[in-house]
């Protein structure tokens, strides 16, 4: 399999995303159903932390593992949890920093010049002084939303390097069953962006930028992964990945709760976890 066809099968893998997101421009969507989606979503990530963590594991352990009988040096793996550490310190402290800066940058900047009288003209049209912190639930909805395609994205660039790996040596059978395989669990993927939305009805042009966001690393990460092989360069990419979906989980959680529906909320976590898995596992069993 050439680089060509090679990424433009890595590309199709990735961009089944989008089949998901457009079930975030449903109207009329109850309470009950939002919490059920934002909570399969929730699910559907953990099975994505425990794949990406277990896969971030395992480089680290192959680096003792060489330690033990000789063929590397223990710096090797140390520097290889290093970098474990880093990337998911910045996964999920990290992000949850940035968020917290650039929300007090927002609040605390005083007007330029001649901005009262804007204000003040705003205030006259929306209807009244509170009018801009109305925006703020949808505002703080599509950025968990961008966050989790973020997640996401490392997440898929990861697979996109699997993929590219696979047919650069010669592996063609099991590059296209991971192809396959990805492809199908990305499908699942839209709806982990779009069901932590609850109310917010996403406009179209925010569903594309999000799969681009989500789906585009795939493609990226099977161009990569063609041209060249790091261990080191997976492993940051899992572990951004690992600490970014357990940052977003945290913020699903916090978010429907407000909504009730405990009980709903925890088989949905166990409906998308066990998705999770199915996918994974025809994956499995037809790479075997």
């Known amino acids: 399999m050439g680089f060509a066809e090679t990424v433009v099968l890595g590309a199709i893998a990735g961009f089944t995303i989008y089949l998901g997101l457009p079930i975030g421009r449903l109207a009329h969507v109850g309470s009950r159903v939002r919490v059920g989606l934002a909570m399969l979503s929730a699910g559907i990530l953990a099975f994505i932390f425990m794949d990406v963590t277990s896969h971030a594991e395992a480089i680290v352990s192959n680096a003792l593992d060489a330690f033990r009988h000789g063929t590397v040096g223990i710096g090797h793996a140390i520097w290889l949890f290093a970098l474990l550490a880093a990337g998911f310190t910045a996964g999920t402290a990290g992000i949850s920093a940035i968020e917290h800066t650039v929300r007090r940058r927002t609040i605390e900047t005083p007007p330029i010049a001649g901005a009262a009288q804007d204000a003040v003209a705003a205030i006259s049209v929306t209807g009244g002084p509170h009018a801009s912190t109305a925006a703020d639930p949808r505002r703080r909805a599509l950025q968990t939303g961008t966050t989790i395609a973020l997640a996401i994205g490392l997440h898929n660039f990861a697979e996109g390097l699997a993929i590219g790996v696979s047919a650069q040596a010669g592996a063609l059978g099991l590059a296209a069953v991971l192809i396959i395989g990805f ?27 999000s799969g681009l966001i989500a ?33 977003v989980i945290g913020e699903i959680w916090a978010g429907v709760r407000r909504y009730g529906y405990r009980t709903l909320g925890l088989y949905m976590i166990a409906a998308g976890f066990l998705l999770g898995v199915m996918t994974d596992l025809i994956v499995s069993y037809a790479g075997a």
């Open 183 to 209: 492809g199908l669990h990305n499908a699942t993927e839209g709806f982990a962006i779009v069901g932590p939305l609850g109310g917010v009805r996403p406009s179209w042009r925010w569903l594309g930028l």
């Open 215 to 247: 789906g585009g690393p795939t493609f990226l990460g099977t161009a990569v992964g063609y041209q060249v092989h790091s261990a080191a360069l997976e492993l940051c990419f899992y572990a951004l990945a690992g600490g970014a979906i357990l940052f």
